[in-house]
């Protein structure tokens, strides 16, 4: 059976651009998963900023199109995400058979040390250049510092309530939620279909 397009699109279409700076570090599946087949999604993004997980779940509903994926924003309040028995009763009255799920696990600072270059100086004409390589100019070395947001996504089967996948990404420098949304799903649709849960 083959996969919906809409999930394709949302975990599947890779932009080179956009997963430059992320990348998925680990990931799981399960040994009886089979080609996905979501007929409908509940997007469930758990970010300690309301606003930002505003922005994502949106981004998502988005990329998989209205009627194939619901925010679960629009059924769970902030303060409710926590509790099992609301969450489920709100999965539940979505009507779904999938539930994707992504949540921040750890923010970092990664620190890296570029080491300094030597080069020779410019010079007019080609015999001063010949005769000799100094001066020179020395490029000093320096520590660069990163931001590493580590996201897990992980994708559940509703109707017999299991685990399907599990990843964890790593994106450096994140700028923008949409931006980063867009990465991390990029990035988890290829591995994916390197597993062999998306077929197109």
Same mark, same amino acid.
């Given at each position: 059976?083959?996969?919906?397009?809409?999930?394709?699109?949302?975990?599947?279409?890779?932009?080179?651009?956009?997963?430059?700076?992320?990348?998925?570090?680990?990931?799981?599946? !399960?040994? /009886?998963?089979?080609?996905?087949?979501?007929? #409908?999604?509940?997007? *469930?993004?758990?970010?300690? %900023? $309301?606003?930002?997980?505003?922005?994502?779940?949106?981004?998502?509903?988005?990329?998989?199109?209205?009627?194939?994926?619901?925010? !679960?924003? /629009?059924?769970?309040?902030?303060?409710?995400? #926590?509790?099992?028995? *609301?969450?489920?009763?709100? %999965? $539940?009255?979505?009507?779904?058979?999938?539930?994707?799920?992504?949540?921040?696990?750890?923010?970092?600072?990664?620190?890296?040390?570029?080491?300094?270059?030597?080069?020779?100086?410019?010079?007019?004409?080609?015999?001063?250049?010949?005769?000799? %390589?100094?001066?020179?100019?020395?490029?000093?070395?320096?520590?660069?510092?990163?931001?590493?947001?580590?996201?897990?996504?992980?994708?559940?089967?509703?109707?017999?309530?299991?685990?399907?996948?599990?990843?964890?990404?790593?994106?450096?420098?994140?700028?923008?939620?949409?931006?980063?949304?867009?990465?991390?799903?990029?990035?988890?649709?290829?591995?994916?279909?390197?597993?062999?849960?998306?077929?197109?």
């Amino acid at each position: 059976m083959s996969v919906r397009s809409p999930l394709v699109v949302v975990l599947a279409f890779i932009t080179l651009a956009g997963c430059a700076s992320t990348g998925v570090t680990s990931s799981w599946v !399960s040994p /009886d998963a089979g080609p996905i087949t979501f007929q #409908r999604s509940l997007i *469930i993004v758990m970010h300690p %900023v $309301e606003a930002v997980r505003r922005m994502g779940e949106s981004r998502l509903v988005r990329r998989l199109g209205r009627g194939q994926a619901v925010a !679960s924003y /629009d059924l769970i309040s902030q303060e409710d995400l #926590r509790d099992t028995e *609301i969450a489920r009763a709100a %999965v $539940e009255q979505a009507g779904v058979d999938g539930v994707i799920l992504m949540r921040l696990v750890g923010q970092q600072e990664a620190l890296s040390y570029q080491p300094g270059m030597v080069y020779p100086a410019a010079y007019g004409q080609f015999w001063g250049f010949y005769g000799t %390589v100094a001066p020179v100019v020395y490029g000093p070395s320096y520590l660069r510092s990163d931001r590493v947001v580590s996201v897990e996504t992980t994708l559940y089967s509703v109707n017999d309530e299991q685990l399907i996948w599990s990843g964890t990404s790593e994106s450096f420098n994140p700028l923008d939620v949409n931006e980063t949304v867009d990465d991390i799903a990029d990035a988890v649709g290829a591995e994916l279909r390197r597993a062999g849960l998306l077929t197109e």
